[in-house]
């Protein structure tokens, strides 16, 4: 039994992350030149405003690093710790007050999720920071219970995006998937957007439901084409696609193992069309794997402009990292987006609690961001976020559904970002 719970959270985490990790990174070989020769400088960090009086303690629930499946989760840990001491020097803390991290690792199980849940209630926190989780439900139900506000990153599960009580979803990841295509396939004058995606339900059933409607009130019909994960040839299911929607709109959702055979099944079917592909499908394995011919002009959607230098939030964050993770002895790579995430979730309660006056208390907490106006999201870009319920048709814990997007050079790196769908969140 041991087995086959250990493989159902296995491929959860694939498919978590997956969801979840839709920035896109730029990961090519002379990375090393570019990050050399535009250093991130400490002028990036603007003017001290140190946080002052009582410590307010805030939690970090993350899968870590150790364990088989937690690898994409090593970089959460000191990203939050620098994200706090930069808070806490350059950003008033949250409320004015000094943060004090409490860190819980549940190594992706669903008993450790617990435990970390009932340390946090019993460590009195006033919030909560989720990162990306593949036992998220787990750790979250017993937080909601005890009305301790959650912040989360970009989380897909139904039961977190519908909940509008005290929870806080940053980024809407059906702004990419979803909202993203259909902008795509409007703007080409294509009738069809085909979802060619890893077969498993936590991925699958973001197209079902209020998705299939989303299409329909937009006039473009969605076919999704399942394809099971480790399918070494997606010629069938590329030439399907190409025999349906043969020069419509395509997005792919999976990691470079899934991405590249369905970028070259595509290509060897003949489509013709406009290609979106999440972040995930962008790593060295995909650059070497598919020919520059069909990286070049493949779209992409993301929840920062990661690895664009001249971008002021860009180049704040990677000053963060220098000035806190690198001299704290931790090695952190500034375009790896799980540990952005944290980030933005921890700046995101910073901006959210401005106006919070008085004890910080997980109510007193709740009520600022549902009180709060527009913020600025930090390391994005620029984005908007606001937290008051209508930022998203998806579910009112969706606090953004802006996204920057960018097409890919034959290298398969973003040329240039631009941010869409940014306008200011009304009452």
């Known amino acids: 039994m041991r087995g086959a719970g250990s493989k159902g959270l296995r491929l959860s985490c694939v498919a978590v992350l997956v969801l979840w990790g839709l920035a896109c990174s730029k990961t090519s070989d002379d990375d090393s030149e570019d990050a050399s020769s535009d250093a991130p400088s400490a002028a990036s960090l603007g003017e001290e405003a140190p946080a002052t009086g009582t410590p307010v303690k805030i939690g970090l629930i993350t899968d870590g690093g150790d364990c088989n499946q937690c690898a994409a989760a090593a970089g959460e840990e000191p990203v939050a710790k620098a994200a706090v001491a930069w808070l806490n020097q350059y950003r008033h803390g949250v409320a004015g007050h000094p943060v004090s991290l409490d860190i819980c690792v549940d190594d992706l199980d669903p008993g450790k999720a617990a435990d970390c849940a009932n340390q946090m209630i019993r460590d009195d926190v006033a919030a909560v920071v989720i990162g990306s989780n593949g036992v998220i439900e787990t750790s979250w139900k017993l937080l909601h219970d005890a009305h301790i506000p959650v912040i989360n990153n970009g989380a897909t599960n139904a039961v977190l995006l519908q909940d509008p009580e005290s929870t806080f979803v940053i980024n809407d990841p059906y702004a990419q998937i979803v909202d993203y295509p259909i902008a795509v396939a409007e703007k080409a004058g294509a009738d069809r957007v085909s979802a060619m995606v890893i077969d498993l339900p936590i991925a699958t059933g973001v197209y079902k439901g209020t998705t299939e409607r989303t299409f329909e009130d937009a006039g473009v019909e969605l076919d999704v084409v399942p394809v099971p994960i480790g399918t070494p040839d997606m010629t069938p299911q590329a030439q399907q696609v190409v025999a349906d929607n043969p020069d419509g709109t395509v997005v792919i959702v999976g990691h470079d193992q899934f991405c590249i055979p369905a970028l070259n099944g595509l290509r060897a079917a003949g489509f013709e069309g406009s290609t979106i592909v999440i972040s995930q499908c962008l790593t060295e394995a995909t650059r070497k794997a598919v020919p520059g011919d069909v990286l070049d002009g493949l779209l992409t959607a993301s929840i920062a402009p990661v690895g664009e230098d001249d971008d002021p939030s860009m180049r704040e964050y990677r000053a963060v990292l220098a000035k806190f993770a690198d001299e704290a002895g931790e090695e952190v ?68 559904s802006s996204m920057a997007v960018a097409t890919l050079d034959s290298h398969g790196d973003p040329a240039k970002y631009t941010v869409e769908n940014n306008s200011p969140i009304g009452d």
Do not use: H, W, Y
């Open 333 to 400: 790579d500034p375009n790896e987006v799980v540990g952005l995430g944290v980030f933005q979730s921890f700046g995101a309660l910073s901006a959210a609690t401005q106006g919070l006056q008085g004890e910080v208390t997980p109510a007193s907490v709740t009520a600022a961001i549902k009180a709060m106006g527009n913020e600025e999201l930090p390391a994005s870009g620029g984005r908007v976020f606001r937290c008051n319920g209508k930022a998203s048709t998806f579910g009112p814990a969706l606090c953004s």
